[in-house]
Nanobody, 124 residues
Framework: QVQLVESGGGLVQPGGSLRLSCAAS????????MGWFRQALGKDREFVAA????????YYADSVKGRFTISRDNAKNTVYLQMNSLKLEDTAVYYC?????????????????WGQGTQVTVSS
């Protein structure tokens, strides 16, 4: 079993930045692909970013490409999402996820574990 706990959410102004963290425990963190999803009020959950086990392959939704960066520190069992140039439409609950393959995670497939989520609100 893998337990995932997100942190770092909060209120930020448009154009600002936030860094989300996801701490993993229970199994060998480095063996999993990791990703971030988000769900805005009244909308379906959508893929945001993913990273493979070694950190050398990353994937992003078109809506966040160039603004968000996913990274991982396997020594700390932690994955990060650096969010820059935030927009009002980025407001959502952000969920950390773990799975077998980063590429398939972009389609919402092969997701084995989910965190509880952390709220990100972009407002002036």
């Amino acid at each position: 079993q893998v337990q995932l706990v997100e942190s770092g959410g909060g209120l930020v102004q448009p154009g600002g930045s936030l860094r989300l963290s996801c701490a993993a425990s229970g199994r060998t963190f480095s063996s999993y692909a990791m990703g971030w999803f988000r769900q805005a009020l009244g909308k379906d959950r959508e893929f945001v970013a993913a990273i493979n086990w070694s950190g050398d392959n990353t994937y992003y939704a078109d809506s966040v490409k160039g603004r968000f960066t996913i990274s991982r520190d396997n020594a700390k069992n932690t994955v990060y999402l650096q969010m820059n140039s935030l927009k009002l439409e980025d407001t959502a609950v952000y969920y950390c996820a773990a799975g077998a393959n980063a590429a398939t995670m972009t389609r919402g497939l092969r997701v084995d574990y989910w965190g509880q989520g952390t709220q990100v609100t972009v407002s002036s």
